[in-house]
């Protein structure tokens, strides 16, 4: 019975390996679709973490998409991409999806190498509806007048100056294209600012019901689009800036049609609204209200937590430990967010700066217990920036925490509004690195190498959990300019990290190992490979010192022309990009002053790093204990 019960729920999921197949299903079967969609990732998830909250939210809205539209040749372009598993398992990866996040296997965000119904890779928000917009002037270039173009964006994700970028230009070159904004309400966190409220206050409008009952019900008894058709749309169009909030709508104000809000969790009626806008030309925008984890009640209560919760329990909702114990290890990311409360006790110019990610970074503790010293700005990372540069040039010492990849999108104002005055604005980098299941869009490998290029930038890198606290004291003391700081995703290895503060001389590295016929030289994280690495050369005989750099920038001089007078074999360790980067500094230091040594660089290859464990990538890179343990072997002809 329980076998048969089985095949009940997923008989028709399991029938779907394509949109053709979904489109064999009468729109009355498509609710149990979307059923069987909620339970197989609710099964993957709960032992393959992944995103999984934002997914769940989309499942309806995703059915209806791939319903209504011709896709691949009609594209669906996702946002972040958080959202995107219901989307890979209608599109013939049902059976891989255990595959998911893993080494070797499918990416957890979509790409346009793994399949040809994911028209655009993402990873990074706010990015959809511009990448859109050139799909539809191409598609009107190539004069391809029946493809459709879908932009999917959340309510955070549109907080990003970017979107509105696009939806600037997409009004006015009167492109075709449907933007459908999934307003949840949440980001990671739950969303901040006045685009949030402004949203808010649509979806509680009392023409709420009467829009879905009367505007789109009547839309959809219509017989064709003629002139009919035209007047009410354009009626509409008019009585949305009445009825909803008594003022002009923000969307028209781009030249976009504003329809909505309609229940997302609705698929007959999705697809009934889709298939009328897909007879309307120009830019439009549809706005669909979600809940973020529907249909799994603890994601539901709690949909923070329940974003990316990692290995839970499906029945009770249990979320396993990770595997560190932060009695005895704790995350880098706890490190700070305890360190930077300590410090703005002891110094009240100190205030803190997040885009969107205060759980995540761990500053959500200081934004309760300093609610006016804290500050999230949603995602909006050129604005943190230059936010904290606006409070620098008063006098307060910002700690602007994005995490190293998102800090890409913000390096002009790094450059333009911070290094080039010289501010006091202390940059901590979170997840540095190498950060494993995420893949290649969030691997933060490459700030190194951008942070160390800008003048007047001091640009660190703690080994532990100790050295990053101390790192820290250091940065906000009187006298500093710009400082970058990044360390890594996940765990560290000193559990006796709550020591007192200790200043930390700016661009003084130091010799952890002393060794006579090679020498090791780490920035962050790797430092503790090395140190693993140098107790199995030990054991072979082999005499290795090693020296923890600390910073990249500036060098500690000093210390490498020591390490140069005494070694001609010598190894740099880095887990950022080895173009451009602290093994690039080095061998500029040994160019600059007339040395030569046999060196070998080990970091991150010329090319993108896919998904997998961090330790697998590690290997991969030839980073980790064995890679400089083989390094060294063959460096000293053993």
């Known amino acids: 019975m329980l076998v048969l019960m089985e095949e009940i729920k997923t008989k028709f999921l399991s029938k779907i390996n394509s ?68 989307h890979k398992i209608l599109t013939g990866r049902r059976e891989v999806f255990h595959l998911n996040r893993k080494y070797k296997g499918i990416s957890g965000f979509p790409k346009r190498a793994e399949s040809e119904y994911d028209a655009f890779g993402v990873g990074h928000s706010s990015t959809s509806i511009s990448a859109a917009l050139g799909m539809a002037v191409a598609a009107r270039l190539k004069n391809e007048a029946d493809r459709k173009i879908v932009a999917v964006i959340g309510d955070g994700a ?32 739950p969303n901040v600012g006045g685009f949030s409220q402004y949203l808010l206050n649509i979806s509680k409008s009392p023409t709420y019901n009467r829009l879905k009952d009367e505007v789109w019900d009547g839309l959809g008894k219509l017989n064709g689009f003629g002139p009919l058709a035209r007047r009410a749309v354009q009626k509409t169009e008019g009585a949305l800036k009445n009825l909803l909030l008594n003022q002009s709508n923000l969307f028209e104000a781009f030249d976009f049609r ?75 990311q706890n490190v700070f967010g305890e360190t930077i409360i300590e410090l703005a006790e002891m110094n009240d110019k100190i205030v803190a700066i997040t885009p969107a990610m205060p759980s995540g970074c761990s500053l959500n503790a200081m934004m309760e217990k300093m609610p006016d010293r ?5 995602i909006a990372e050129q604005h943190a920036v230059t936010f904290s540069a606006g409070l620098a040039t008063q006098g307060m010492i910002p700690f602007c925490n994005i995490y ?132 199995k050369l ?7 010192a090693h020296y923890d750099l600390r910073f990249v920038k500036p060098l500690d001089e000093e210390l490498l022309h020591s390490v140069f007078r005494k070694f001609s074999r010598i ?52 980073i980790d204990t064995e890679g400089i343990h083989k390094v060294v072997l063959k460096l000293t002809d053993r």
């Open 538 to 544: 030990a054991r072979e005989g082999i005499s290795a």
């Open 258 to 332: 504003y329809f909505g809000p309609v229940d997302g969790h609705d698929v007959v009626y999705l697809t009934k609204v889709l298939n009328d806008l897909k007879e309307i030309k120009g830019p439009k925008l549809l706005h669909v209200l979600t809940k973020k984890g529907k249909g799994f009640p603890y994601a539901e209560l709690d949909q923070t937590r329940y974003h990316a919760p990692g290995k839970f329990d499906k029945n009770t909702g249990l979320i396993y430990r990770c595997d560190c114990d932060v009695e005895k290890a704790p995350k880098f």
């Open 571 to 622: 190894v740099t360790v880095e887990d950022g990009t080895v173009k451009g980067g602290f093994g690039s500094a080095v061998v500029e230091f040994m160019a600059e002053n007339d040395y030569s040594a046999r060196l070998k660089i080990l970091g991150i290859p010329d090319r993108f790093i896919e998904q997998g464990t961090q330790d697998q990538l590690y290997r991969e890179c030839g």
């Open 404 to 535: 190293s990849t998102f800090m890409q999108r913000a390096y002009d104002q790094v450059i333009h509004d911070v290094a080039l005055q010289n501010l006091h604005v202390v940059f901590c980098l979170d997840r540095g690195g190498l950060v494993g299941e995420d893949g290649a869009t969030h691997h933060g490998v490459f700030d190194l190498a951008y942070m160390r290029s800008v003048p007047n930038m001091v640009v660190a890198a703690p080994m532990d959990e100790l050295e990053l606290r101390n790192l820290m004291y250091t940065a906000q003391l009187e006298k500093m300019g710009p400082i970058a700081i990044r360390y890594p995703r996940g765990c560290g290895v000193n559990p006796s990290w709550r020591m007192p503060f200790c200043k930390i001389e700016i661009g003084r590295g130091r010799l952890l190992t002393e060794g006579e016929e090679v020498a090791i030289l780490t920035v962050g994280k790797p430092g503790i490979f090395a140190q693993r690495a140098l107790k």
């Open 19 to 86: 949109p053709a197949d979904l489109k064999k299903l009468s729109k009355e079967e498509l609710s149990q679709v979307c059923s069987d969609l909620r339970d197989f990732i609710i099964d993957a998830v709960s032992n393959n973490p992944g995103h999984f909250g934002a997914s769940l939210g989309v499942v309806e809205l995703t059915v209806a998409l791939h319903y209504v539209y011709n896709t691949p040749y009609d594209q669906i372009v996702w946002d972040v991409g958080h959202q995107a598993y219901a």
């Open 158 to 189: 549109m907080t990003g100056g970017m979107a509105f970028e696009a939806l600037n230009n997409a009004g006015f070159l009167k492109s075709d294209i449907l933007v459908i904004l999934n307003d949840n309400n949440m980001a990671i966190d």
């Open 374 to 378: 804290a500050f999230d700005v949603g």
